[in-house]
């Protein structure tokens, strides 16, 4: 079976400096491949190349079997490759259905003038987040007013909304409490069930083997080592983020 | 714990809804204030509320465009004299046209004085968008440039003209209702749509909380800045041309006495200067505050300076509700 997304040789140099090198791993449906490294192992570009945000100075990646490099940060997305950074992009003064909708906002027309169809896009939101297990208490209120938790599912909701078949989450835990992180985490299982292909970036140990169908160490720019959660430990994924030899 | 709760919430709601009362109360004061003093109401005289409304007119039609900027994180202090160069700019085209042939020249005169706020507009977003230059250094320039030009072309005289059409659309009434009061309902109306009920809005409110969501949502940001500074440059200049025809003279000063009001009213109505919130309907509630203490201190005969003192002490309860509306919501801001 062909993976659902394939890194190929990845290179980025920044001037004269080599961020990245040599990175290859792929990423099966309904399969959560962590990222792990320390700050600077080169987590971030890895995925910026993946959602077209830099262009790699060698190397490729394909998706579903397509060439994905060189495709806009746009035509990435509209590929079915979502991207949920660490601030969420949401917007807080909107409420969950606006945020779902943001920038394909539904409209319906009142004397030839298009209306926002705030109560259908409400609706949606509402819906998607039932199907991630989350009941929004009040639909039309801003999202600034829901826990860390919530609003994670509602970025995790545009995802499954528009139909992305691989989501890359940026440390997703790193600023919530302990109860929101165990949600989260829920999240991600329920994201795996239906088929769903997850690049996950972390350098949370507890976060990582509860979230791992396999881990990808990247230390210094190279990987550093891939491990099946069931074949190793802490000791060994924290020495291999230091960038000690496999 | 509940009956917290719904303290809390009806707190709130008096909060969001402070400025209606704000307004009926200081409509209430003048009432009794004209019935002790005069034994004659303040309120239900033609002659009172068109006063009101016009000055009410005045300041929306600056204050409109500038919501939209302000909800999106930024500020226009570039409008005081968009307004002055568009006044100045209709006055010399009709000037310049002559006064025989009536209608077409004072539309073609509106039309170029619009067009010189488009490009007042355009410089503005064009700072801001392209260049990064913050709006309010960036417009605080274009403020200095729109004032100058207006002086320059206008030879640094109040430009007069000859036009009854002019004057009409200055003076005249439909139904009883002044053409500029009218012409700044229109407009309200029209804001109010764009901000309210279209995706344009959603992407205003949206760039004023977080520039990030509505970039990675695809929206081009840059475009979006432009019409925004576009908008608030043509309801500035739409100001003008009102001004203009009221007076039968284009003044390059024409909107700078009304800024501050302006500015003024948009915070009054709810808006922050961090941007992500404010309404159109809270800047007409805003405007008309503003325009009630103006009329109502020189109708109960104080000193008219007091108008300055008592918009100011407004404008510092309005950022005072604003904070305590924040800590209700338990800080998440």
Redesign the interface.
């Known amino acids: 079976m062909s993976a659902l997304l394939e890194v190929k040789g990845l290179k980025k140099r920044f001037g004269g400096n080599e961020a990245v090198s040599d990175v290859n791993f792929a990423v099966n449906s309904g399969e959560c491949v962590v990222l792990a490294g320390d700050n600077g192992a080169g987590k971030s570009t890895v995925i910026k190349m993946i959602s077209g945000v830099h262009a790699p100075t060698e190397g490729e990646v394909y998706f579903d079997g397509n060439l994905l490099t060189g495709k806009t940060?746009?035509g990435v997305?509209n590929a079915g490759i979502e991207?949920i950074?660490q601030?969420l992009?949401?917007?807080?003064?909107?409420d969950p259905g606006?945020?779902l909708y943001?920038?394909?906002?539904k409209?319906k027309h009142f004397l030839g003038?298009?209306?926002?169809d705030r109560a259908a896009m409400r609706k949606d939101a509402a819906e998607v987040m039932k199907g991630l297990g989350i009941e929004v208490p009040d639909p039309s209120a801003p999202v600034?007013?829901l826990s860390g938790g919530q609003r994670q599912a509602i970025a995790i909701a545009r995802a499954i909304h528009w139909q992305a078949k691989l989501v890359i989450m940026d440390e997703p835990t790193a600023a919530l409490g302990v109860p929101e992180q165990r949600e989260v985490m829920a999240l991600i299982h329920r994201l795996k069930e239906k088929g769903v292909g997850i690049i996950l970036i972390s350098h949370n140990l507890p976060d990582i083997f509860a979230a791992a169908d396999r881990i990808i160490v990247l230390a210094r720019g190279v990987v550093g080592g891939e491990r099946k959660p069931s074949e190793t430990n802490d000791e060994e994924i924290v020495r291999l983020m230091m960038g000690a030899a496999s | 714990m509940a009956n917290q709760q719904i303290g809390a919430s009806f707190l709130r709601s008096l909060l969001n809804a402070w400025s209606w009362l704000f307004l009926v109360l200081i409509l209430g004061f003048f009432e009794i204030y004209a019935q002790i003093e005069t034994g004659n109401t303040f309120l239900f005289r033609t002659h009172n509320m068109q006063s009101i409304a016009i000055a009410a007119s005045q300041i929306l039609l600056l204050a409109l465009g500038l919501t939209l900027v302000i909800v999106a994180g930024h500020i226009d202090l570039s409008i005081g004299f968009t307004t002055g160069l568009s006044a100045v700019v209709m006055a010399l085209v009709i000037r310049w046209l002559g006064p025989d042939i009536g209608w077409l020249a004072v539309i073609a005169a509106m039309v170029v004085g619009i067009l010189a706020a488009v490009v007042v507009g355009l410089i503005n977003g064009w700072l801001v968008a392209y260049l990064n230059v913050p709006s309010f250094i960036g417009t605080l320039g274009t403020y200095g440039v729109a004032r100058g030009a207006a002086l320059i072309v206008a030879g640094g005289a109040t430009v007069s003209i000859r036009s009854d059409e002019a004057r009409f659309i200055g003076n005249g009434e439909i139904l009883g209702f002044p053409i500029p009061v009218i012409t700044a309902i229109l407009l309200a109306i029209v804001c109010h749509y764009v901000l309210t009920y279209t995706k344009f809005g959603v992407h205003t409110y949206a760039l004023g909380a977080s520039r990030a969501s509505v970039e990675r949502a695809g929206v081009d940001v840059n475009k979006l800045l432009i019409k925004l500074f576009i908008i608030s440059a043509v309801t500035a200049g739409i100001g003008g041309l009102i001004y203009t025809s009221r007076f039968s003279a284009g003044a390059a000063n024409a909107g700078e006495p009304i800024l501050l009001y302006a500015v003024a009213a948009v915070f009054i109505g709810g808006a922050s200067l961090t941007g992500g919130q404010g309404t159109v309907t809270g800047t007409v509630i805003g405007a008309i505050i503003i325009a009630v203490i103006q009329f109502g201190l020189v109708f109960s005969g104080l000193p008219p300076y007091w108008q300055f003192v008592a918009v100011g002490l407004v404008i510092i309860v309005a950022v005072l509700v604003d904070q305590s509306k924040s800590k209700l919501t338990g800080g998440r801001t």
Not at chain 1, 102 to 105: Q, T, W
Not at chain 1, 113 to 116: C, H, Q, T, V, Y
């Open positions: 940060p746009q997305r991207t950074y601030d992009s949401l917007a807080d003064n909107l606006l945020n943001l920038g394909r906002e409209v003038l298009p209306f926002l600034r007013d």
